[in-house]
């Protein structure tokens, strides 16, 4: 098992960054981890993966804005949000997959005023 918690939300201006932070339980090394965000009155979406080897994707949406990143040696996955916009409000997540299993994190508050 693997606990993951979220932390480095707020209320930002438009053009603002963030930069939201995962620490987990125990060893991320060689796990793939996920962000997803959900918007009041949405479902749930990918915001981008960073693979075991650090590669990554992006959601259209978030492409050229956010970057994710990993430090195996702190257990912590980051993304960096640059030129937020309002639409990006939303509770950021962070997911790990490991064995066939998800894990997810309770969450953190971003909220992004034009």
């Known amino acids: 098992q693997v606990q993951l918690v979220e932390s480095g939300g707020g209320l930002v201006q438009a053009g603002g960054s963030l930069r939201l932070s995962c620490a987990a339980s125990?060893?991320?090394?060689?796990?793939?981890m996920g962000w997803y965000r959900q918007a009041p009155g949405k479902q749930r979406e990918l915001v981008g993966r960073?693979?075991?080897?650090?590669?990554?994707n992006y959601a259209d949406s978030v492409k050229g804005r956010f970057t994710i990143s990993r430090d195996n040696a702190k257990n912590t996955v980051y993304l960096q949000m640059d030129n937020l916009k309002p639409e990006d409000t939303a509770i950021y997540y962070c997911q790990a997959l490991t064995f066939g299993n998800e894990y997810w994190g309770q969450g953190t508050q971003v909220t992004v005023s034009s």
């Open positions: 960073i693979t075991g080897s650090s590669r990554t």
């Open positions: 125990r060893s991320i090394l060689g796990i793939n």
